[in-house]
């Protein structure tokens, strides 16, 4: 049930936010909203600041400040909606299929580390499962594997051929074209590092 729920919205977006501190002054108040939007299977945090100035202090009215706190959502609802679109494995044979963003992932082996364009044309030419169009995965993409909630390794449990070490993406940097993104699924942490470095590699399709 809460599979075909997650199907069903996993593809809008939602946020949930509650104001968290509120400050009112002479001069107006300012509000601040702390929540969580959920979109593409993946929780983010949200803190807006809302400014108004009030009329009240052009003509020199002054009244003194009152600071409060208010929670109307509670942490456990948040949890409960954040489980509801959680992403869903299934592993058949070498694949391990994402049934949120119908991917399909390599898991036949531990790859031997090579460097960020023998990855892509390792990818490439890989032949699995009856498919020739695997390719390197962009970073995106290769997020959507981590799990922060287990460490060495820090990657969906479905998975059975894993290193805690870094695995390359497709994904330049467009700061510094000599750098590519990797994750390192040791504790799952992203960052970039030059495409001449020595990282694993999963190979990615898109599903039928």
Same mark, same amino acid.
């Given at each position: 049930? =809460?599979?075909?729920?997650?199907?069903?919205?996993?593809?809008?977006?939602?946020?949930?936010?509650?104001?968290?501190?509120?400050?009112?002054?002479?001069?107006?108040?300012?509000?601040?909203?702390?929540?969580?939007?959920?979109?593409?299977?993946?929780?983010?945090?949200?803190?807006?600041?809302?400014?108004?100035?009030? =009329?009240? $202090?052009?003509?020199? =009215?002054?009244?003194?400040?009152? $600071?409060?706190?208010?929670?109307?959502?509670?942490?456990?609802?948040?949890?409960?909606?954040?489980?509801?679109?959680?992403?869903?494995?299934?592993?058949?044979?070498?694949?391990?299929?994402?049934?949120?963003?119908?991917?399909?992932?390599?898991?036949?082996?531990?790859?031997?580390?090579?460097?960020?364009?023998?990855?892509?044309?390792?990818?490439?030419?890989?032949?699995?499962?009856?498919?020739?169009?695997?390719?390197?995965?962009?970073?995106?993409?290769?997020?959507?594997?981590?799990?922060?909630?287990?460490?060495?390794?820090?990657?969906?449990?479905?998975?059975?051929?894993?290193?805690?070490?870094?695995?390359?993406?497709?994904?330049?940097?467009?700061?510094?074209?000599?750098?590519?993104?990797?994750?390192?699924?040791?504790?799952?942490?992203?960052?970039?590092?030059?495409?001449?470095?020595?990282?694993?590699?999963?190979?990615?399709?898109?599903?039928?």
């Amino acid at each position: 049930m =809460k599979n075909s729920i997650a199907k069903q919205y996993i593809q809008s977006l939602f946020t949930i936010s509650f104001s968290l501190f509120t400050r009112v002054g002479s001069d107006g108040f300012s509000l601040v909203l702390f929540g969580t939007k959920v979109a593409d299977s993946k929780e983010f945090l949200i803190i807006k600041t809302i400014n108004r100035r009030n =009329k009240m $202090n052009q003509t020199n =009215k002054t009244r003194p400040a009152h $600071n409060f706190s208010l929670f109307t959502i509670s942490f456990s609802l948040i949890i409960m909606f954040t489980s509801v679109v959680s992403a869903d494995f299934s592993r058949d044979g070498d694949i391990v299929t994402d049934s949120v963003t119908k991917l399909e992932w390599q898991d036949d082996d531990v790859s031997h580390e090579m460097k960020w364009r023998e990855a892509i044309d390792h990818c490439e030419s890989l032949e699995l499962g009856g498919h020739n169009d695997w390719r390197l995965p962009n970073i995106n993409e290769l997020k959507t594997i981590i799990d922060r909630s287990k460490y060495n390794p820090a990657i969906v449990s479905t998975f059975e051929h894993t290193s805690s070490s870094s695995y390359w993406s497709s994904t330049t940097n467009e700061d510094y074209f000599e750098d590519a993104w990797r994750v390192f699924f040791h504790n799952g942490k992203v960052d970039n590092y030059g495409k001449d470095g020595d990282y694993c590699v999963r190979c990615v399709r898109d599903g039928d």
